[in-house]
């Protein structure tokens, strides 16, 4: 029987065949069994087998250290080629059938083309960094490192000074390590290059520094990077240690490598925002790829502050439009609301007109006095409310004047 092959695994027919093209990268979850998944690591290599999956080969390792699945150790494949690999370890029990779901990562947007005068510009300030040395020694550091370096002199001064002993160690500051001294001579050699471009380098408030290019700021932090790493535990600490718990545990360590972040909220797409060093590219080769970043980032973020600033001049019109929008319509019902009253009154005064021609036809005496006044008086009294009600005694145009005097104000339940 012909031994299947997994994808990108030769097997001895398939050596002569002509190699395929690669497979596409998985877009859909890949549903398991543990027990398929562990047939899987020790078939095919771990970092081989997560393409297949869309992920890491590191985060294939974490599923299987989540889901309790041994997996082969560093060297396996090497030794496996000439037939000393170690013996497969078995999989553990576990309680009931459990599904594993391997999602692919999603991969990251295609980088957005700079416009053609920035990158222009971006180029030069790269060709111009480029060489850029670090010095091995500070000699006349920029300002905000002579600051750095004062302000801790300044701190040891203050601890020298202190009779109490347990102050003194206190607020005596720790000595600066290799790594801090390195920072600050990358640092003294970017700072200047920014500032020969027409930048402007800052301190500014917990740790953060800033680059003002074409009259923009851009916020950056540099750090040490940190490895997490489990260490044993001490023999104080196992006697804490309670039932069931690991006999290790993780910290975080120093690298030695440095981190130059930019923190700048509203940072321009298309423009990386992290360098971070490692054995084969330390920062100093990073130098002149910070420095044209920033020299791009300025006349975009100049850009995007114009983009936002005409972006709430048009939210503050439309608001605008939308408030008058809302007093005409409200005014407009209003005045229609004051025309339907007018019409319901002149309504009602035709009632009273009849009711006043009834009461004079009736047969009474006119002399008649009634509270001072007579009948006669009286009805005179009540022509006169009719007259002066009466909406249409102007004419029409002052029935129209009275309703465009209505405001969306006129009425306020």
């Given at each position: 029987?012909?031994?299947?092959?997994?994808?990108?695994?030769?097997?001895?027919?398939?050596?002569?065949?002509?190699?395929?093209?690669?497979?596409?990268?998985?877009?859909?979850p890949?549903?398991?069994?543990r027990?398929d998944?562990?047939?899987?690591?020790?078939?095919?290599?771990?970092?081989?087998?997560?393409?297949?999956?869309g992920?890491?080969?590191?985060?294939?390792?974490?599923?299987?250290?989540?889901e309790?699945?041994?997996?082969?150790?560093?060297?396996?494949?090497?030794?496996?080629?000439?037939?000393?690999?170690?013996k497969?370890?078995?999989?553990?029990?576990?309680?009931?059938?459990?599904?594993?779901?391997?999602?692919?990562?999603?991969l990251?947007?295609?980088?957005?083309?700079?416009?053609?005068e920035?990158?222009?510009?971006?180029?030069?300030a790269?060709?111009?960094a480029t060489?850029?040395a670090?010095?091995?020694?500070?000699?006349?550091?920029?300002?905000?490192?002579?600051?750095?370096?004062?302000?801790?002199?300044?701190?040891?001064r203050?601890?020298?000074?202190?009779r109490?002993?347990?102050?003194?160690?206190?607020?005596?500051?720790?000595?600066?390590?290799?790594?801090?001294r390195?920072?600050?001579?990358?640092?003294?050699?970017?700072?200047?290059?920014?500032?020969?471009?027409?930048?402007?380098?800052r301190?500014?408030?917990?740790?953060?520094?800033?680059?003002?290019?074409?009259?923009?700021?851009?916020?950056?932090?540099?750090?040490?990077?940190?490895k997490?790493?489990?260490?044993?535990?001490?023999?104080?600490?196992?006697?804490?240690?309670?039932?069931?718990?690991?006999?290790?545990?993780?910290?975080?360590?120093?690298?030695?490598?440095?981190?130059?972040?930019?923190?700048?909220?509203?940072?321009p797409?298309?423009?990386?925002?992290?360098?971070?060093?490692?054995?084969?590219?330390?920062?100093?080769?990073?130098?002149?790829?910070?420095?044209?970043?920033?020299v791009?980032?300025g006349?975009?973020?100049?850009?995007?502050?114009?983009?936002?600033e005409?972006?709430?001049?048009?939210?503050?019109?439309?608001?605008?439009?939308?408030?008058?929008?809302?007093?005409?319509?409200k005014?407009?019902a209003?005045?229609?609301?004051?025309?339907k009253?007018m019409?319901?009154?002149?309504?009602?005064?035709?009632?009273?007109?009849?009711?006043?021609a009834?009461?004079?036809?009736?047969?009474?005496d006119?002399?008649?006095?009634?509270?001072?006044?007579?009948?006669?008086?009286?009805?005179?009294?009540?022509?006169n409310?009719?007259?002066r009600?009466?909406?249409?005694?102007?004419?029409?145009?002052?029935?129209?004047?009275?309703?465009?005097?209505?405001?969306?104000?006129?009425?306020?339940?």
């Amino acid at each position: 029987m012909a031994p299947v092959a997994r994808p990108g695994v030769q097997t001895p027919d398939s050596e002569n065949k002509t190699p395929q093209p690669p497979k596409p990268r998985p877009s859909k979850p890949t549903t398991m069994t543990r027990e398929d998944l562990y047939d899987a690591v020790w078939t095919t290599p771990m970092s081989r087998l997560a393409e297949e999956y869309g992920i890491s080969g590191n985060g294939l390792a974490k599923i299987c250290g989540r889901e309790e699945i041994p997996y082969p150790p560093r060297g396996y494949w090497t030794k496996h080629a000439v037939g000393k690999a170690p013996k497969q370890i078995p999989l553990p029990k576990s309680d009931g059938a459990r599904t594993i779901v391997i999602r692919p990562t999603p991969l990251p947007p295609p980088p957005i083309e700079l416009p053609p005068e920035i990158k222009q510009q971006a180029d030069r300030a790269r060709a111009g960094a480029t060489g850029l040395a670090v010095p091995e020694r500070l000699v006349r550091p920029h300002a905000v490192i002579a600051s750095w370096l004062t302000e801790h002199e300044e701190k040891k001064r203050r601890a020298r000074q202190e009779r109490d002993p347990w102050r003194r160690d206190l607020y005596r500051p720790s000595e600066f390590t290799e790594t801090d001294r390195r920072k600050h001579r990358i640092l003294d050699a970017l700072f200047k290059a920014v500032e020969r471009q027409g930048g402007k380098v800052r301190q500014e408030e917990r740790g953060m520094l800033s680059a003002e290019v074409s009259g923009e700021k851009v916020e950056f932090q540099v750090r040490e990077k940190q490895k997490q790493e489990r260490r044993p535990l001490t023999e104080d600490e196992k006697q804490w240690r309670s039932p069931g718990e690991k006999n290790w545990k993780q910290e975080l360590f120093s690298t030695g490598r440095l981190v130059i972040e930019v923190k700048t909220w509203q940072w321009p797409a298309g423009l990386s925002r992290q360098w971070i060093e490692s054995e084969k590219q330390p920062m100093d080769t990073m130098l002149p790829d910070i420095v044209a970043t920033f020299v791009a980032a300025g006349p975009l973020l100049v850009q995007q502050r114009k983009d936002r600033e005409a972006a709430e001049r048009e939210r503050q019109l439309a608001e605008q439009r939308r408030y008058e929008e809302e007093r005409r319509r409200k005014r407009d019902a209003n005045r229609w609301r004051r025309f339907k009253e007018m019409a319901q009154d002149w309504r009602e005064l035709a009632t009273v007109r009849d009711f006043l021609a009834t009461l004079r036809s009736m047969n009474v005496d006119p002399s008649t006095e009634i509270e001072g006044q007579s009948v006669a008086e009286w009805i005179a009294w009540g022509d006169n409310w009719v007259q002066r009600a009466d909406p249409t005694v102007n004419g029409v145009d002052i029935v129209f004047r009275q309703i465009a005097a209505i405001t969306d104000w006129t009425y306020r339940d």
